[in-house]
């Protein structure tokens, strides 16, 4: 399967963006997807995630402000970021699909080629 993530770009701080990812190859239903952000120098870290039922979780520190969905038919995972802060600031990754949440981000899943989201001060 192919993943292609867009919908990143620049912000001010408070505002919103929505990231899409578009999956081709092969149908996401029935699998986990998620999302993950590298910021430079740092690791690449898991953001949200989505299980084939519609079930979520968020990292901490984007609980509340994003907001994962999916939408089957159209074969697209989607990431609403509301509130964005500065420190939000990275290049966002899709990821899936997996059986289940916890298999996200092993080499057995795929990327796709990150969207980059800067948010000014």
């Known amino acids: 399967v192919q993943l292609q993530a867009s919908g990143g770009g620049l912000v001010q701080a408070g505002g919103s963006l929505r990231l899409s990812c578009a999956a081709s190859?092969?149908?996401?239903?029935?699998?986990?997807m998620g999302w993950f952000r590298q910021a430079p120098g740092k690791q690449r870290d898991l953001v949200a995630t989505?299980?084939?039922?519609?079930?979520?979780n968020y990292a901490d520190s984007v609980k509340g402000r994003f907001t994962i969905s999916r939408d089957n038919a159209e074969n697209t995972v989607y990431l609403q970021m509301n509130s964005l802060k500065p420190e939000d600031t990275a290049v966002y990754y899709c990821?899936?699909?997996?059986?289940?949440?916890?298999?996200?981000?092993?080499?057995?899943?795929?990327w796709g080629q990150g969207t980059q989201v800067t948010v000014s001060s």
């Open positions: 190859g092969s149908t996401l239903s029935g699998y986990a």
């Open positions: 990821n899936g699909p997996a059986p289940k949440p916890y298999a996200l981000g092993y080499p057995e899943t795929n």
């Open positions: 989505i299980s084939s039922g519609g079930s979520t």
